[in-house]
Every structure is written in C-alpha cells, then in structure tokens.
C-alpha cells in the first residue's frame, strides 16, 4: 500500500476545510471495507486519506425524534441492523443490513459508505429508496438534504459535490401503515455480493413501492397505486403487466462476472412476486397487532 | 516525503497489555500485530474480507484486520487468538477444537476461534443457523465446517454433542 497523510477530523467544519482543501486528491474514510481495498490494490492513491469516525457531530449514530429516525453517516449496518427504531419502523432496512457480507464486515462497515460507493448492488440502497431517505450531506456552503432517488448516478457516482460529505441519513416514519421487505439473491449462501436486490413496500392503501438494484447502474425506484399488486386477489396475469413496466428500467451488465443478464431479469420477477407477497404478510401482521 | 515513511503514534491494550507504539499510517491493524508486534497467530490471507483469517475483536467487536489501519484502532482495546489462552491453559473453545478434529491445517483456525469467541459471548447458546451466521465471514479450504460448527455447539450452553 502506498503512503499517504493520515487526516483524524474531530469536527464537522475541519473534514470540509480539509475536503475544500485537499480536492480530489482526499478520500473519506469511514469502514474502510471498501477504501483499504482500493488503497491497497492501487486502484484508490489519494495523498490524502480523512477518516471521518470521529467527528463529533457524527454520533449518536441512531436517534428518533419528532417522527423522523436519524442515522448518523458513520453507523454501522450490524447496528442499524440491531437498531430498535429501525426494526420498528423500517423493518425491510434492518433485513438489508443484516445481510452486508458477514459479521466482521458488518461491524465495520458504514451505512454512509454503503451508499456513498454507490454500488447498484449496494445491499442499504433498495430500502432507503422505499422509505424515501434524505441524505443530509454538509459542504462549504452548509448543509444541504437530498432525496436519496436524485443521489445515486452510477457505480462509484453520486451527486454530492467535491467537497461534501454525508452527515447523515433521515428517514421518515410512514404515516400510513406499511409493510415492508428486502430480498437478494447471491451465488453461495453466506458472504456475497448480491446478483440482485430487491425491496418491496405495500401500505393500507394499496400503494406498493419497489426498488432494485444489481441490474443496471444504479438502483431504481417505482411505484404501483393501481392497486393490483396490493391485492391478493388480483390475477397473475394483471400483476405480470404491471411488474413489466415497473422492471422496464432493468439493464443488467453483460459483463458482470456474478450472473448473466437474463439469469438476474429473469430473478427480480421471481423476488418481485415473492417480496409483494411477504411484504403484504408483514402489513396484515401489523394490523392484526394494532386491531 | 518519498521513501519516508508517514507515522503517528498510538495507544492500544492488546491481550490486557497497554501498548504505546509510532506506526506507518498506511499500515493495517493485521501488519502491526504481525510485525511490529510480533503476534503471528493472527493470519494474512486474502486480504479483501472476504476470508476471515486475519479476525480479531476490537472494543468487543470482531473484524478483518486486514480492513483496518492501525492508526484507526487508537486507543481500541484488541483481543487476538494469543490472548484466549489464561495461564497456560487452552480455553474450553480452544479445546473443542483440538478434541472434535476442526484443525487440519490450521491457517484459519485463528480466524475461526476469535469468530467463535465472539458468536458465544454475544449468544451463550447458539442454534446450527446462528453458528452458521456467525462464521459466514471464516472460511475453510481444508472443509472442516462441519467439525467447527460441532465445536462450537459442544462449548455452548447446555452443549453436549
């Protein structure tokens, strides 16, 4: 591995000066599950390396106030994964981060990494994409939130500028009742990318949300208020033309090594139908509690 | 600063000893452990995360020491296999291991103790799926799964396998 200045900001104003600073010749540090990889095979040579963990305003990593639940940048997914608030309201996000790699990733590994890599596989990218997370992203000229649908570009992009970091993640709690999953598929059980990835939503309005990832380069958001995918009742063949046209946006690599195009099209229909399903368990589970 | 090398000191109590030492801040947690610190039970491998043999616990949590910089566990409290063992004596996870033939080569077995540790002092009493789980990120090219998972389950509460 290369050498490089090792920066420790305990604040956020000295990441930013020190972003501002240093340009594209700084990378951000948060897990490392990613940057130590790059730094150590060559294809990341900053001469800068800021490791963000510290920064004061970064923690505490999990709160919930006023119906908004707050993940500090820094968290880790084996704690969103663990997280009370999470489970609670955004129970397809704790599916997600209970499946980041494997339990020495997952300790280290941060839910803004996770989404500042902007993999298409990113596992917490689904999710957050149906709950409607804002990234609260901090630069020179403040600090500024954006839905996380217009932050993803492509693998490795977002629309964070040169010298902005991600403070933090916002959700808010529905209002509406809903029922909510986050399916993979991968190779070997255990500890994989994902060939695709996939979360479903359904709330007591029939409103069904999907996201998916892994097949194109960036993961896409849609939504059905027809209501047919809501309802159990519908026939198959209703839901098919309706999945065609929420998976139009689907154009998985040629290239990747993990699955072939047609294998990973061929699967987000089949965890389509499966994620409708046991999201819709989920949302009558609920009500039956709040009944 | 070419050929110089960029250090910082840091602070670390690794097995219960307090360690002040200037590390190469382009160096991970596994190197300073094998290098500098002479504890060559932790083991270098695939170095992507993807293997586990290079796990230690850092303030409580295991990782791929691989994936860390040294200069990031400052002032982190660092359990290695080396410090499983209390005076000369294995450690009842230690044993199993020997007793249900889980080593045969023995390069992940560092990596699968600290794994194990950390499964059962997190869950006492852990199911074959949690096990499981627990050790998706140790791999073993010998294939002694089944050996380490009986292990395992033979130390856990009420284990009697």
């Known amino acids: ?291 | 600063m070419s050929g110089m090398a960029n250090t910082l000191p840091i602070e670390i109590t690794v097995n219960g000893r307090r360690r002040a030492l200037r590390v190469a801040v382009h160096h991970t947690l596994l190197d300073v452990l094998r290098d500098d610190l002479r504890l060559t039970g932790t083991k270098e491998c695939c170095l992507v995360g993807e293997c586990g043999a290079c796990t230690v616990m850092v303030d409580g949590r295991i990782v791929d020491s691989c994936l860390m910089l040294a200069v990031e566990a400052d002032g982190a409290e660092i359990l290695t296999v080396e410090g499983l063992a209390e005076n000369g004596r294995l450690s009842p996870l230690q044993q199993a291991f020997l007793d249900k033939g889980a080593v045969q080569c023995g390069f992940c077995t560092p990596g699968q103790l600290m794994a194990s540790h950390a499964l059962l002092e997190a869950n006492p009493n852990p199911s074959l799926d949690d096990i499981q789980e627990g050790l998706a990120g140790n791999l073993c090219r010998c294939g002694c799964y089944v050996q380490i998972t009986d292990a395992v389950l033979s130390v856990a509460e009420g284990g009697h396998r």
């Not at chain 1, 902007?118 to 609260?136: E, H, I, K």
């Open chain 1, 1 to 291: 591995m290369q050498t490089f200045v090792y920066e420790r900001p305990a604040t956020l104003a000295e990441a930013v000066a020190l972003l501002d600073a240093h340009g594209p010749n700084a990378r951000l540090l948060a897990g490392g599950t990613d940057l130590i990889i790059r730094l150590r095979d060559g294809s990341a040579r900053p001469g800068v390396v800021i490791d963000v963990k510290r920064i004061a305003e970064l923690h505490p990593a999990i709160r919930e106030d006023d119906g908004i639940v707050t993940i500090g940048a820094t968290a880790v997914v084996a704690d969103i994964a663990a997280s009370e608030p999470v489970r609670r309201h955004f129970e397809a996000l704790a599916d997600a981060a209970a499946v980041v790699g494997s339990v020495q990733i997952r300790n280290r590994a941060t839910i803004g990494g996770n989404i500042c890599n902007a993999s298409p596989a990113a596992d917490t990218a689904p999710s957050l994409l149906v709950y409607g997370a804002v990234v609260v992203a901090a630069g020179p000229k403040g600090t500024r939130r954006i839905p996380i649908d217009d932050f993803f570009v492509r693998s490795g992009v977002t629309t964070l500028g040169p010298s902005e970091l991600v403070v933090a993640i916002e959700i808010l709690v529905p209002a509406r009742s809903t029922g909510a999953v986050h399916m993979r598929r991968t190779r070997r059980r255990g500890h994989d990318l994902a060939s695709v990835t996939l979360c479903c939503s359904v709330d007591d309005t029939g409103v069904t949300r999907l996201a998916y990832g892994s097949v194109g380069p960036r993961p896409v958001l849609v939504t059905d208020e027809t209501g047919v995918l809501a309802d159990p009742g519908a026939p198959d063949e209703a839901k098919a033309a309706i999945f065609e046209r929420m998976f139009a946006e689907a154009s998985p690599s040629k290239r990747s090594m993990r699955a072939g195009p047609e294998y990973r099209l061929a699967m987000l229909r089949v965890l389509g139908n499966r994620a409708v399903r046991a999201a819709i368990g989920r949302l009558e589970a609920k009500g039956r509690v709040e009944a």
